[in-house]
T-cell receptor, first 109, second 113 residues
Framework: DAKTTQPNSMESNEEEPVHLPCNHS???????IHWYRQLPSQGPEYVIH???SNVNNRMASLAIAEDRKSSTLILHRATLRDAAVYYC??????????FGQGTRLTINP | EADIYQTPRYLVIGTGKKITLECSQTMGHDKMYWYQQDPGMELHLIHY???????EKGDLSSESTVSRIRTEHFPLTLESARPSHTSQYLCATAGQGVRGGYTFGSGTRLTVV
């Protein structure tokens, strides 16, 4: 599985877009990029995943660089409920999820 | 509406007691996982199972044991709890392939006094 690197923390304002970066320079051609988030006192929650193309769902968008060495999770309009730790994980197939430290996102009112 | 259930949600227990943390899922998923997480720290995989009668140890060594007798249940047992076992324990499942991602339970927060 690919090693990922994320900033320890980020801060944004309510109702503004948020771009959360992730570097995964050792990713292989078959590794999917998964994003999860963990709200305080809860288990992680699936956000989105992708392989090569950009992906959109009701929660977020995932922009994957053409060389696949990095990706960005985009929250189009942040709310206070989006404050959480966001994890970027490179994974092959349905194998084990290995979590890093993630990015702690703070949303200011 | 949760498809994966963990009980109890909170547990305070004395040193030396035997405890079992329950994890049940209604999705029919073959793959199940146990993670341990200390407050403000990373999640560490301690056990996983890819089906009935299949269990493996994860990346973090743990004194706990698991069993997988039925697809829907994946209990975790500590034979003799110690204060060092105080932590949050999270259970997760995954279906075939990568569609839909992994589903986590709400966790059991264990305190051993």
């Amino acid at each position: 599985d690919a090693k990922t690197t994320q900033p320890n923390s980020m801060e944004s304002n309510e109702e503004e877009p948020v771009h959360l970066p992730c570097n995964h320079s050792t990713i292989s051609g078959t590794d999917y990029i998964h994003w999860y988030r963990q709200l305080p006192s809860q288990g992680p929650e699936y956000v989105i995943h992708g392989l090569t193309s950009n992906v959109n769902n009701r929660m977020a968008s995932l922009a994957i660089a053409e060389d696949r060495k990095s990706s960005t999770l985009i929250l189009h309009r942040a709310t206070l409920r989006d404050a959480a730790v966001y994890y970027c994980i490179g994974i092959q197939g349905a194998q084990k999820l290995v979590f890093g430290q993630g990015t702690r996102l703070t949303i200011n009112p | 509406e949760a498809d994966i259930y963990q009980t109890p949600r909170y547990l305070v227990i004395g040193t030396g007691k035997k405890i079992t943390l329950e994890c049940s899922q209604t999705m029919g998923h073959d793959k199940m996982y146990w993670y341990q997480q200390d407050p403000g720290m990373e999640l560490h995989l301690i056990h996983y199972s890819y089906g009935v009668n299949s269990t493996e140890k994860g990346d973090l060594s743990s004194e706990s044991t698991v069993s997988r007798i039925r697809t829907e249940h994946f209990p975790l047992t500590l034979e003799s709890a110690r204060p060092s076992h105080t932590s949050q324990y999270l259970c997760a499942t995954a279906g075939q392939g990568v569609r839909g991602g992994y589903t986590f339970g709400s966790g059991t927060r264990l305190t051993v006094v």
